[in-house]
């Protein structure tokens, strides 16, 4: 099977915080493993030698990636690489693809991943645009680009049981019939990120740490976080470390949302909390996790999927959640408030007692067994073939 693999890529200056450049990397060697031929179109090569590449123009913002596609690129790039299947990694680009594959006069099959979801449900399940991709109104006709994405593909692809609940509920208020095409495919656990649960105990002397591994946009509820922060180092249990994964990015990107940098000011003020950057590195972005007793998820609401959470559940770090979207399905029920003082509660328990977080610990770890590269390729070429 020849796989051609559209990819987008978000954050070119830091490949190692772009959630689906690291589902690429980790995928694609997988795929080959398995048999199939693969080609990355993409700013930016991803995984091995065994890897087709070719070179795609950087979408310079997060609109330009859903409304720019080159549909002559596309159709020199399919002539040339006589695909069985196309990936479209940026949904919303299906219908140009589509189109492209229409004029190369080739009856590829056309997947699309949904990675990112330009939508969440308020609780009486309205359909709310992403506030992220609102700016200047533009957040309906996102939507609706996703919407017609899915239209076009053969295949829709997603991450959890919750996200495939999601896009069936949308596509059927926008009278998208998805019909069987729907697959739930999990992404990769990243294999460098995956220990056995840590044995340190609570009377070794050192600090507990929990920490906080995700994006600081404000739709990840950042500032729910920092309310919670707040809470958790009043307690004088644990210190916290967040991990500032973007550094510093440039004017155009800032420009569009400056509001990992408002949060990262705020959470810099508070005492008792480390702000620390990986620099790009995976081994010491371990290390980080390596020295945390626990991981706290994101408070964002229409959350499909979440890379940092299985990094630091493979790494054997039982993670405290809100009870929100794929979280609520994936992370231990024993683990999930709702309140603030349920997770101060949560956090200074598995600061402190032994028994609980190691019985967690192996709980987090054993969640992500189904996440290795070589099970998910299998069922990506189950969903695709």
């Known amino acids: 099977m020849r796989v051609l693999y559209l990819l987008n890529i978000s954050n070119p200056d830091r490949l190692s915080s772009d959630s689906g450049w690291i589902f690429a990397d980790l995928l694609a060697p997988a795929l080959a493993d398995a048999g199939a031929e693969v080609t990355i179109a ?33 159709v020199a790039l399919i002539q040339a690489e006589k695909p069985d299947v196309v990936v479209a990694n940026q949904i919303e680009e299906a219908p140009a693809i589509r189109t492209a594959l229409l004029e190369a006069g080739s009856g590829a099959l056309l997947a699309g991943y949904c990675h990112y979801l330009p939508y969440s449900f308020d609780d009486g399940r309205r359909l709310l645009v992403d506030p992220s991709l609102n700016d200047s109104g533009l957040g309906r006709p996102v939507l609706l680009a996703f919407a017609a994405g899915l239209a076009a593909c053969d295949r829709v692809m997603v991450h959890s049981s919750t996200a495939a609940s999601w896009v069936s509920a949308a596509a059927e208020r926008m009278t998208v019939d998805l019909g069987d095409r729907l697959r739930v495919v999990p992404a990769p656990r990243d294999e460098r990120l995956v220990r056995a649960p840590a044995t340190t105990t609570s009377g070794d002397g050192a ?88 991981g706290i998820a994101p408070f964002r609401p229409g959350c499909p999927w979440s890379m940092s959470v299985i990094d630091c559940q493979g790494m054997g770090l039982p993670v405290i959640s809100p009870q929100l979207g794929w979280l609520a399905e994936h992370i231990d ?9 349920e997770a101060v509660t949560l956090a200074e328990r598995l600061a402190s007692d032994d028994a609980f977080h190691a019985l967690h610990a192996k709980r987090a770890h054993a969640s992500t067994a189904d996440f290795t590269p070589e099970l998910v390729a299998a069922r990506y070429l189950e969903a695709i073939s």
Do not use: W
């Open 207 to 294: 600090e507990p740490i929990g920490v906080y591994n995700h994006r600081l946009y404000a739709h990840y509820g950042t500032e729910q976080f920092v309310d919670l922060a707040r809470d958790l180092v009043a307690s004088g249990l644990v210190r916290l470390r967040v991990m500032d994964l973007f550094g510093q990015r440039s004017a155009a990107r800032t420009g569009l949302n400056d509001s990992p940098e408002r949060m990262r000011e705020k959470l810099a003020s508070l005492p008792h909390l480390q702000i620390v950057s990986d620099r790009g590195d995976r081994i010491r972005y371990r290390d980080l996790l390596a020295g945390a007793r626990f």
């Open 42 to 74: 993409a700013p930016a090569p991803a995984g091995d030698a065994r890897c087709g590449f070719h070179r795609t123009k950087l979408p310079g913002t997060k609109y330009r990636a859903r409304f720019s596609a080159d549909i002559d690129e596309l």
């Open 333 to 341: 029920p024993e683990l999930c408030f709702t309140t603030a003082s």
